[in-house]
């Protein structure tokens, strides 16, 4: 008498993309998550999911390292705020590849930034460590989600997607080791996903890969 049945275990799902950079006028990650957090609640928020954040960061290394990471810390404060330890909370960043012809699901980040052209503050590293504490730029680091189910789930949903092990060595890379550094440190998850071009997979698309992607990470442990 009295008792309740389990709570439905929350995933907050806090969201990255990025401004305009070298080659890429208009960069469609800017638009997705601009545009998120309406159309989600448009098209009714699965149980259990909860979008904490959509934010835009500058396409930049070294020199936007500190927002980075006050970003990243604003999503534990408000972890560490909820009651149930089987809340979840995860970090997805969106990035784009101007040349891919279909979506990536990162599985990992290197310690190496090797920028082919200066990002948006200027810096140009060449072959060198991201966290030099974390060892050489041969060091990978790996998201704990289940990648391959997660791109499973997604192409029988219809979509070109696939899993990658090389998200570059240029500013998506840079965000992401950081990212995946921070959230094994603060038992939180990371997960990083290169989009085309909305010339190559236009834009509505695109939103609903995003739709699709938050409803398939919060349905996945």
């Known amino acids: 008498m009295g008792s ?6 929350i995933t907050t799902i806090h969201v990255t ?4 950079f070298h080659g890429v006028a208009e960069n469609p990650t800017e638009t997705i998550v601009n545009n998120l957090a309406e159309y989600m609640n448009k098209k009714g928020l699965p149980k259990g999911l909860v979008i904490g954040s959509c934010s835009i960061l500058e396409t930049a290394g070294q020199g936007a390292l500190v927002s980075l990471y006050q970003r990243l810390q604003s999503a534990v404060i ?3 705020s909820e009651s149930s330890n089987s809340n979840r909370t995860i970090w997805l960043h969106f990035g784009v590849n101007s040349g891919a012809t279909r979506f990536a699901i990162e599985n990992q980040a290197v310690n190496e930034a090797n920028f082919r052209c200066p990002d948006e503050m ?19 680091r790996e998201t704990s989600l289940p990648v391959v189910e997660i791109t499973k789930a997604l192409a029988e949903k219809g979509y070109e997607v ?3 092990d090389d998200a570059g060595r240029f500013v998506c890379n840079y965000v992401y080791y950081h990212s995946l550094r921070f959230a094994e440190q603060n038992g939180i998850k990371s997960l990083f996903v290169h989009v085309p071009l909305f010339l190559t997979i236009n834009e509505e698309t695109q939103m609903k890969f995003a739709a699709s992607l938050l409803e398939v990470l919060a349905s996945k442990s």
């Not at 993309?17 to 305009?20: L, R, S, T």
């Open 17 to 20: 993309g990025f401004k305009k």
């Open 162 to 164: 696939m899993v990658s």
């Open 78 to 80: 408000s972890k560490d």
């Open 4 to 9: 309740e049945g389990p709570t439905t275990p």
């Open 122 to 140: 200027g810096w140009k590293p060449q072959k060198v460590p991201i966290v030099p504490s974390d060892g050489g730029i041969s060091r990978t």
